[in-house]
């Protein structure tokens, strides 16, 4: 019987401080019989030291003897050209590596030899998955930094305080985009005191919010359900695109809320889609000075705010603070990382059998994770 080698490289994109796997993952694979190789310097953004993954059993490598010993190269998000290029014919790629954003990475991997295993293309369906949804546990990170950033940047108090100088009023929330971001921004901003409204294209999110102790915002301009439109439940368990007279619709009857709110938290994305536009310029400019808005689907592809730029905070000549904030997991790297690791140790122990990497296209799992591609 074989032993499989797998190896976690160093993230190289900007600010990317998450690393594959954690010093107890390593243990854990180790106890399975994987090999496990570790990039020199890999963890270092997420505060796990070299000597901390020897300790745990790994091999702390260069990365060129890590690409020329592991059977399965582990990263986090897309590899940079320098990491595609390493990886040779039969080695097998498992990440965020957003196959749908950039099919033009995945074929070129394949032209080469190489299998891809995109996380991010699992079903939120496959209950026996639940372990293995490194989009769930990373959105989760996002939701919770979004609420407290928030709150960092907010220059009055979220909850209400009776005190000698007065009352203070709490803060009004408004989250847009109930899924698992969302509720995890909802969930924080209700503990930290502030009176919560969320909105999500998908009805059924409705109970969710409201279970979290936040009011559902009933959006009347939206066409009805009878109508067959304005329901946001798409495949795989994320939302739909909606069409451009659905949003349309939607920002204009979002304008007004926003205006009246003192924080705005955006989570709403669609995979492979660009994310919906649902915060004009004219909303935010609508806003009254001390505000903040967090666009959590910021980034490259556009995001849920018209004025958000990527990994910037700007604040506007009508004083409200907009900030570009998609890559939120980064900044709670040691947290995201470790709930990533955990979701590669549980697809590694569904992948591995009897000493091998197995991609078995006749498996749900893998069949989702590879995009149908045989193995």
């Known amino acids: 019987m074989g032993t499989v080698t797998v190896g976690a490289v160093r993230g190289r994109a900007p600010g990317e ?99 891809t295993v995109s996380l991010d293309l699992l079903p939120r369906t496959l209950s026996r998955a639940q372990s293995m949804d490194a989009l769930t546990s990373q959105a989760n990170v996002a939701g919770y930094k979004a609420a407290v950033l928030a709150a960092d940047t907010y220059g009055r108090f979220f909850p209400m305080l009776t005190t000698a100088a007065g009352t203070v009023r709490p803060a009004q929330v408004l989250v847009l985009g109930a899924g698992v971001a969302g509720l995890q921004a909802i969930a924080t901003a209700r503990r930290l005191g502030a009176v919560v409204t969320a909105y999500d294209v998908r009805p059924e999110s409705r109970e969710e919010v409201q279970s979290l102790g936040a009011r559902f915002l009933d959006v009347a301009a939206l ?60 909303a935010v400019r609508a806003m009254r000075s001390g505000s903040v808005v967090v666009d959590l689907a910021a980034s490259e592809f556009g995001g849920n705010v018209e004025l958000s730029e990527p990994d910037r905070t700007t604040v506007l000549d009508n004083g409200v603070t907009v900030i570009g904030a998609g890559r939120l997991p980064s900044a709670m790297a040691t947290a995201a990382s470790t709930a990533y690791a955990r979701n590669l140790v549980a697809l590694l122990r569904h992948l591995v059998r009897d000493g091998e990497l197995v991609l078995d296209p006749a498996d749900e799992i893998t069949a989702a994770l590879t995009g149908g591609a045989p193995a």
């Open 17 to 115: 401080r998450r690393v594959a796997l954690v010093p107890e993952a390593v243990t854990l694979l180790r106890r399975d019989g994987i090999d496990v190789l570790v990039e020199t310097g890999a963890g270092a953004g997420a505060w796990f030291a070299d000597a901390d993954y020897a300790e745990a059993g790994a091999a702390v490598v260069p990365s060129q003897e890590l690409y020329a010993r592991a059977d399965a190269v582990l990263c986090v998000g897309p590899p940079d050209p320098g990491t595609a290029e390493s990886l040779r014919a039969g080695q097998v790629l498992i990440g965020l590596l957003e196959p749908l954003r950039r099919p033009a990475l995945v074929s070129a991997l394949a032209a080469r030899g190489v299998r």
């Open 223 to 282: 066409p009805t359900r009878e109508q067959g439109a304005g329901q946001g439940a798409g495949q795989g368990g994320y939302a739909r695109e909606l069409t451009e007279s659905e949003q349309r619709a939607q920002r204009a009857a979002l304008d007004a809320h926003i205006a009246r709110t003192d924080i705005v938290i955006t989570t709403a994305q669609v995979p492979g889609r660009k994310p919906p536009l649902l915060v004009t310029a004219a």
